[in-house]
Nanobody, 123 residues
Framework: VQLQASGGGLAQAGGSLRLSCAFS??????MAWFRQAPGKEREFVAA????????YGPDSVKGRFTISRDNAKNTVYLQMDSLKPEDTAVYYC???????????????????WGQGTQVTVSS
């Protein structure tokens, strides 16, 4: 199983970036994005279920970030709009096939992690 995240980079505040996560080896019931800024704890960003495409996300990114998946391409996306400097972090693509929906916001619930991609937002 491999998760390959890409699409990070430098953006200005108010700008947009789209992260992609290509996965191989199997399909997953849930895929998600977490992020971690220097000196801070890992933070849940968004999740999507494989079966119905139900999405989950915290209030901090609601209306700005959108998660989607293309099962035909084995890829999950995170569209990030209206970026803020506090969105600066390493973003991780994660996946699992055994968690329940009440655990989607918990990093420890995911068995598979990608390598992370840096997102830097300048003010």
């Amino acid at each position: 199983v491999q998760l390959q995240a890409s699409g990070g980079g430098l953006a200005q505040a108010g700008g947009s970036l789209r992260l992609s996560c290509a996965f191989s080896g199997r399909t997953f019931a849930f895929m998600a994005w977490f992020r971690q800024a220097p000196g801070k704890e890992r933070e849940f960003v968004a999740a999507i279920s494989g079966r119905f495409g139900k999405t989950y996300g915290p209030d901090s990114v609601k209306g700005r970030f959108t998660i989607s998946r293309d099962n035909a391409k084995n890829t999950v996306y995170l569209q990030m709009d209206s970026l803020k400097p506090e969105d600066t972090a390493v973003y991780y693509c994660v996946a699992d096939n055994n968690l329940i929906s009440s655990s989607v916001r918990s990093a420890s619930a995911y068995d598979y992690w990608g390598q992370g991609t840096q997102v830097t937002v300048s003010s």
